[in-house]
Antibody, heavy 119, light 106 residues
Framework: QITLKESGPTLVKPTQTLTLTCALSGFSLSTSGVGVGWIRQPPGKALEWLALIYWDDDKRYSPSLNSRLTITKDTSKNQVVLTMTNMDPVDTATYFC????????????WGQGTMVTVS | SYELTQPLSVSVALGQTASIICGGNNIGSKSVHWYQQKPGQAPVLVIYRDTNRPSGIPERFSGSTSGNTATLTISRAQAGDEADYYCQVWASSIGVFGTGTKVTVL
């Protein structure tokens, strides 16, 4: 059974760097074709795709946030880490990580999300 | 950058059919995925690659694409289908979500 769980600070100050961890279970990010993505959702607003990392360490970023984001994986710990620099109150959101299935390209399993407030 | 546009809201009578539109330039040439999100919960995949249902998703959910439009159809709508729905594609390997549609079952 595939599960993902996000963790990180619930409150950060403006200009600080946010570091979020996604703990993976039930699959390995070393398996060919697998990807893990980060998606966020400000309160009452739509989903916004942030970043994706593949099993082969290929990485993709949202063009609008590219300069602030870094996604990495630690296969030995089975986790994915997202860092976002220069946080601003508009970055207040629930941050989700999700499993991208190789065969379909869809995010078929999502973590529960973690709420981050910038203030 | 690529954009996906959805109506803000759709209402459907209990037991009737709801259609949720997702508009994007030549979206018919891409694989479209649809997610359902209920308040306070993470999104759930309901349709992948335009027309396919993951296991556990009722047959009442179906998808189609053509030209510049993708459509999620909910047949025989139930109270439990009330949620926000998002379309999603990959455009030049970048993820793009639609603006989201709130479905209300009357």
């Amino acid at each position: 059974q595939i599960t993902l769980k996000e963790s990180g600070p619930t409150l950060v100050k403006p200009t600080q760097t946010l570091t979020l961890t996604c703990a993976l279970s039930g699959f390995s990010l070393s398996t060919s074709g697998v990807g893990v993505g980060w998606i966020r959702q400000p309160p009452g607003k739509a989903l916004e795709w942030l970043a994706l990392i593949y099993w082969d360490d290929d990485k993709r970023y949202s063009p609008s946030l590219n300069s602030r984001l870094t996604i990495t994986k630690d296969t030995s710990k089975n986790q994915v880490v997202l860092t976002m620099t220069n946080m601003d109150p508009v970055d207040t959101a629930t941050y989700f990580c999700a499993h991208r299935r190789a065969e379909t390209g869809a995010f078929d399993i999502w973590g529960q999300g973690t709420m981050v407030t910038v203030s | 950058s690529y954009e996906l546009t959805q109506p803000l809201s759709v209402s459907v009578a209990l037991g009737q059919t709801a259609s949720i539109i997702c508009g994007g330039n030549n979206i018919g040439s891409k694989s479209v995925h649809w997610y359902q999100q209920k308040p306070g919960q993470a999104p759930v995949l309901v349709i992948y690659r335009d027309t396919n249902r993951p296991s556990g998703i009722p047959e009442r959910f179906s998808g189609s694409t053509s030209g510049n439009t993708a459509t999620l159809t909910i047949s025989r709508a139930q109270a439990g289908d009330e949620a926000d729905y998002y379309c999603q594609v990959w455009a030049s390997s970048i993820g793009v979500f639609g603006t989201g549609t709130k479905v209300t079952v009357l």
